[in-house]
């Protein structure tokens, strides 16, 4: 089968983005052609092989050749955009659409897909019912928060729910929620989860100095927790750093990766609690992540919302143990073998939590959490049920 992937959001700065590289190799690997469309605002874009990519330019930090007047926009803030879908003018929707009504056509022509994989119950979803392709649709939850947030977008919301053959929930959580919205077909939803890439992320021993040595941080640690992600309010960053104030000391640190608008309030925040050893090492590529997460004793997930929570399957592929708040699609795959579950906001079960296991009160076994992720959840593993959804949407 020939399939094109079409996103609203870059392959790298967000969970869809990852989810759609995954997929695309791993169909790539089953003997399927893929082609994606994607929005971009920079040249230097992937590392994606042999995989066709149909960027949509938009303006950001250098000028391209056919970008658009204006970045691409969000849902809520992305490492390399600020502009919200609610924030665009009228003149910018019209352009958005016409720039990826022209990316579909084209590939329509030239690739000439059988079935159109699109992220997001969402504009570009929209478009692509326009051509007489099946569509399958992925909902990764932020489109949910722009359902809530912005209700002049609602009728296209339905108009894809309505046109689609399928639409894929990535968790029990959000099967429900967007059953409870589109009630007329919610017998179209399916649930497959979100996987991982096995290639990049396994378990590893690594030299902790070594690591240390190759972030550029000067001193040896014995522990070390970690988080990965967006720097945006809703990842609950501010929540951890509360929360390191209790269990900081000089033989832990605390890595933080990722970038994002929260930021200068984080490093701000940093300075008033008076904590000297958190470290924020911005965006990483994925080889660094995985040494991270293997010289981590803990991967937090302070999430205030949270669709899937892909970070923390990583890390537990990686054989760390995961602490992660009771949100969205998180509680599917973290049971007590492989982590603890907390409320949300809640600092103090937090760092009890932390503590627990940085004192070993709390053990883990890291092989044993490396295979449950590679058992379960590896993207390879879970392509087939994606497949079969394809070839149901052709008959």
Same mark, same amino acid.
């Given at each position: 089968m020939k399939i094109l992937l079409i996103n609203h959001f870059p392959l790298q700065g967000s969970g869809s983005g990852v989810y759609v590289a995954n997929i695309a190799k791993s169909l790539e690997k089953k003997g399927h052609?893929?082609?994606? #469309?994607?929005?971009?605002?920079?040249?230097?874009?992937?590392?994606?092989? @042999? #995989?066709?990519?149909?960027?949509?330019?938009?303006? *950001?930090?250098?000028? #391209?050749?056919?970008?658009?007047?204006? =970045?691409?926009?969000?849902?809520?803030?992305?490492?390399?955009?600020?502009?919200?879908?609610?924030?665009?003018?009228?003149?910018?929707?019209?352009?958005y659409k016409e720039a990826f009504r022209k990316a579909i056509e084209e590939e329509i022509l030239e690739f000439k897909p059988d079935v159109i994989h699109a992220q997001h119950i969402w504009i570009i979803s929209s478009i692509a019912l326009e051509y007489n392709i099946p569509v399958v649709v992925t909902s990764h939850g932020s489109d949910i928060m722009g359902y809530e947030e912005w209700p002049k977008f609602h009728e296209i919301m339905y108009r894809v729910a309505r046109g689609c053959k399928k639409i894929i929930a990535i968790s029990n959580h959000s099967r429900d929620v967007i059953a409870n919205i589109f009630k007329e077909d919610k017998d179209k939803i399916v649930t497959i989860s979100n996987g991982y890439d096995k290639n990049y992320f396994y378990k590893e021993n690594y030299n902790k100095k070594e690591i240390f040595t190759e972030l550029e941080i000067d001193k040896t640690y014995d522990k070390v927790v970690c988080f990965a992600g967006r720097l945006a309010k809703n990842k609950g960053v501010d929540l951890l750093l509360q929360a390191a104030k209790y269990y900081e000391n000089d033989d832990t640190l605390t890595l933080i990766v990722g970038y994002g608008e929260e930021y200068k309030n984080l490093n701000k925040m940093k300075e008033e609690l008076g904590l000297n050893n958190v470290v924020f090492l911005g965006n990483q590529n994925h080889d660094i992540l995985r040494k991270i997460y293997n010289i981590s004793d803990v991967c937090v997930v302070p999430s205030r919302k949270e669709a899937f929570g892909l970070v923390a399957l990583e890390a537990i592929a990686c054989g760390t143990p995961v602490i992660a708040t009771n949100q969205g699609?998180?509680?599917?795959?973290?049971?007590?073998?492989?982590? +603890?579950? #907390?409320?949300?906001?809640?600092?103090?079960?937090?760092?009890?939590?932390?503590?627990? +296991?940085?004192?070993?009160?709390?053990?883990?076994?890291?092989? *044993?959490?490396?295979? *449950?992720?590679?058992? =379960?959840?590896?993207? @390879?593993?879970? +392509?087939?049920?994606?497949?079969?959804? *394809?070839?149901?949407?052709? +008959?």
């Open positions: 052609k893929t082609c994606i #469309i994607t929005p971009e605002n920079t040249s230097n874009f992937s590392d994606l092989k @042999d #995989i066709k990519l149909h960027p949509v330019f938009f303006k *950001y930090e250098e000028k #391209i050749n056919g970008q658009q007047n204006f =970045n691409f926009p969000c849902f809520d803030p992305h490492p390399r955009s600020n502009l919200l879908f609610g924030n665009m003018t009228d003149l910018q929707l019209e352009q699609g998180i509680p599917d795959f973290v049971n007590e073998k492989v982590g +603890i579950l #907390i409320g949300n906001e809640n600092i103090l079960e937090l760092k009890e939590a932390i503590l627990k +296991i940085l004192n070993n009160e709390i053990k883990f076994d890291s092989n *044993y959490l490396a295979d *449950y992720a590679k058992d =379960n959840y590896s993207q @390879d593993l879970l +392509i087939d049920k994606l497949i079969d959804i *394809y070839k149901s949407s052709l +008959i």
